[in-house]
């Protein structure tokens, strides 16, 4: 079980108060509250020990870096990587697609080759390959999303036994929904047609333990702000002979061996992948966040967030004109509901009077919604952080707020 009494402690941020009302906050899947050893971690550097990285010889410097690279080294260690050179640090989620994208997708893919997606997906995981396509005359398939809120393993067989596909992307949990893919069928059907695989794993990572070896996974990417890091960090992961065989992306100081007038060399990864000044304390505060996470212990943060997801679906099925989206699913993090009559907007203003904050709209997901025939949903997310209490207290705040239109 998990001692909420410390764990609320450690991000005073939470005390805050919405008007008369305390805050609840349940914004977590936008981005996650950031806990005191985090802060401590990035003061640290800045207060103590600020320099840049890879290139001074004197104190600081060779603090820094030191602090740098055991970061990475916490980052291979919370991702179960076999190699710190696997792990590369980029702005977040975001990025690390776009990386892939504009270097294995530039390099490998030609015009009438296809680049699988599925219609889960964030938009940060559909826009660069919708470029890339483009640009390369190459074809972007979709697997359509069932019913219960997951891709069905039959779709993606038949999505990668199409010729010429290269890659294929795909989210393990759904950021407007938390419905779960069962990613390592997944990444084993794919490796079967001998096609690479990139995992989002941005809404995953708060909730679940990673394993990239197990996964076996090609690229896996995640967001720091997600799981209780600092923002404007991330990581990639990539199976070292891809990286190495991955043209380098930006260039510019620290990613090259050497430079001529009308040549350079790059370095071999991960240095290759992080051209110029890096953030140095968000990434020394996201190893810190993930220590912070693995310190808890997954089997008590799983639970504990399970029961948070199960009350509130509960709570909210037996609201009358409440819909689940989607009913009856095996989901992580999150509840997403939509409400007859009322439009996902004025559901989060309604819960933002009562000092619940949550998050409205489609979520960056625009396709899902489609899917799912709603302009938005409302989305109740969870941290560790949140209690039985909150939980209750948002459903409540909902019912009420059926009441007051059935009035």
């Not at 870096?65 to 190699?83: H, K, M, P, S, V």
């Not at 047609?193 to 197990?214: E, M």
């Not at 912070?292 to 509130?312: C, D, K, M, N």
Request: glycine share 8%; charged share 20%.
């Amino acid at each position: 079980m998990l001692d909420l009494a410390r764990i609320r402690a450690d991000f005073p941020g939470l005390n805050a108060y919405v008007g008369s009302h305390p805050l609840i906050y349940c914004d977590s899947a936008a981005t996650a509250a950031t806990p005191i050893p985090v802060v401590a971690a990035m003061n640290a550097y800045y207060l103590r020990y600020c320099a840049n990285v890879h290139r001074g010889v004197h104190p600081l410097a060779q603090i820094a870096t030191e602090r740098y690279e055991a970061a990475r080294e916490i980052a291979r260690r919370f991702l179960g990587a076999a190699d710190r050179r696997e792990v590369v640090f980029c702005r977040g989620t975001t990025e690390g697609i776009n990386l892939v994208a504009q270097t294995y997708g530039r390099q490998q893919v030609r015009r009438g080759d296809v680049v699988v997606i599925t219609e889960m997906e964030h938009h940060s995981n559909i826009v660069p390959w919708q470029m890339l396509c483009r640009d390369k005359g190459a074809v972007l398939r979709v697997i359509p999303m069932g019913s219960s809120g997951i891709v069905d393993l039959q779709r993606v067989e038949d999505a990668l036994r199409r010729p010429r596909t290269r890659l294929l992307a795909v989210t393990w949990v759904s950021n407007a929904l938390g419905t779960c893919n069962p990613i390592h069928e997944i990444v084993q059907i794919a490796h079967r047609r001998g096609v690479p695989v990139l995992v989002d794993a941005a809404q995953a990572a708060p909730h679940l333990p990673i394993d990239v070896q197990a996964m076996g996974v090609d690229w896996l990417v995640l967001s720091g702000h997600k799981v209780y890091g600092p923002t404007g960090i991330g990581v990639l992961y990539g199976r070292l002979p891809l990286l190495s065989s991955m043209p380098a992306w930006q260039g510019g100081g620290d990613m090259v061996r050497d430079v001529q007038l009308h040549r350079s060399e790059c370095h071999a990864p991960p240095a290759k992948f992080e051209a110029g000044t890096p953030h140095i304390a968000g990434a020394i505060g996201l190893a810190a966040a993930f220590d912070y996470l693995t310190g808890i212990g997954w089997p008590s943060v799983v639970a504990h967030e399970r029961l948070l997801v199960q009350r509130a679906e509960e709570g909210f099925s037996r609201l009358s004109g409440v819909r689940v989206l989607p009913p009856r699913a095996v989901r992580v993090g999150l509840v997403s509901i939509a409400l007859d009559r009322y439009h996902c907007d004025d559901i989060a203003q309604a819960m933002s009077n009562a000092g619940i904050a949550i998050r409205s709209g489609h979520h960056c997901a625009r396709l899902v919604c489609d899917r799912l025939c709603v302009p938005g949903t409302a989305r109740f997310s969870f941290g560790l952080y949140n209690t039985v209490e909150e939980v209750d207290a948002c459903v409540q705040a909902v019912g009420q707020l059926v009441s007051r239109r059935a009035a």
